[in-house]
């Protein structure tokens, strides 16, 4: 009995199942349509790793063509210094090569001797044009319409220039004169200047001829303050108050206190009129100062 229920059983679920409908589609696709999708995919796929593959061999060429461009512009820059110099020689001055000889050769032979119809060198000639060009210019200019001085004339404005400078130079410098960079002066000009103001303001001391009178002698080989014309021009410029002497720096300029001691030193070896007695100390001009005292009581220039 339970053999025939599990037959019939059986019997009836294989009944059900035949009676179900039969699935036709993938995911909601016919089959026909699926297959033929995934096939486009597949080809999508196919095109695109071909395209993938010519992009990778475009690109090592490109890079081997670029290493040859790399290649060939070192080699050209590994060019030989000197053959550049060599080739820049050549081109100018256009020489010809052996094989170009007979394109310029003449029709005169001389023992073996051939003449060649060589043509002066380019920089040569645009130098010989340039020199041409300079002198037209140069003899316009210097010769013709005057407009520049020429090299005479122009030495001699710039002589007339340096004169004023050096006279500007000189007075300035003698402004600048003091008791240790003053030298005796011996042109007449300076001495004749220094003899007026000797006359204006010290001759009523030592007398119009040196000769002396309140002050000392001015002729004679002593003097109280030193006979060097430093000594002398130190003398007059600050003078000497506690023997009466005023200092004249006030009222003459370094130039003119040079003039008066330079004239003073020229009064030297004169003979005046009544002179008064040495006073100070002897002094050799060659020499210098001797220690042989006179008399320095009296007031006094030297």
């Known amino acids: 009995m339970l053999a025939t229920a599990a037959n019939a059983q059986e019997a009836a679920d294989a009944a059900a199942a035949a009676a179900e409908p039969v699935s036709t589609t993938i ?13 486009v995919i597949g080809l999508e796929l196919l095109v695109l790793f071909i395209l993938l593959y010519n992009l990778k061999v475009l690109l090592a060429r490109e890079k081997r063509l670029t290493v040859a461009e790399a290649g060939e512009q070192a080699a050209a820059a590994e060019v030989p210094k000197k053959e550049r110099l060599k080739n820049l020689w050549m081109k100018l001055n256009s020489f010809r090569s052996l094989h170009e000889e007979s394109d310029i050769e003449l029709d005169h032979n001389y ?11 380019p920089w040569w000639l645009y130098l010989f044009y340039v020199c041409i060009i300079f002198a037209v210019i140069y ?18 404005q710039e002589m007339v220039k340096a004169e004023a400078e050096k006279q500007a130079y ?12 003053v030298t005796l002066l011996t042109d007449g000009a300076a001495l004749e200047s220094g003899k007026k103001i000797f006359t204006s303001n010290c001759a009523a001391c030592h007398s119009a001829d040196g000769g002396g009178g309140v002050g000392p002698n001015l002729t004679d080989n002593y003097w109280l303050h030193g006979g060097d014309v430093k000594d002398v021009f130190k003398t007059i410029k600050y003078g000497v108050p506690e023997k009466g002497m005023k200092s004249w720096k006030d009222d003459f300029s370094p130039v003119q206190l040079a003039q008066l001691a330079s004239f003073v030193k020229s009064l030297h070896g004169t003979k005046p009129a009544t002179p008064k007695e040495p006073q ?16 320095s009581t009296a007031v006094s220039l030297k």
Do not use: C, M
């Open 27 to 39: 995911s909601g696709l016919s089959k026909v349509s699926f297959y033929a999708l995934l096939s």
């Open 139 to 156: 003899l316009w200019r210097y010769h013709v319409s005057h407009s520049a001085p020429l090299s005479k004339e122009e030495f001699e």
């Open 170 to 181: 000189l007075a300035k410098a003698a402004n600048n004169v003091d008791e240790n960079t």
């Open 111 to 121: 023992d073996g001797i051939r003449e060649l119809d060589n043509k002066l060198p």
């Open 280 to 295: 100070g100390e002897l002094y050799d001009e060659k020499g210098g100062q001797q220690a042989q005292p006179k008399d």
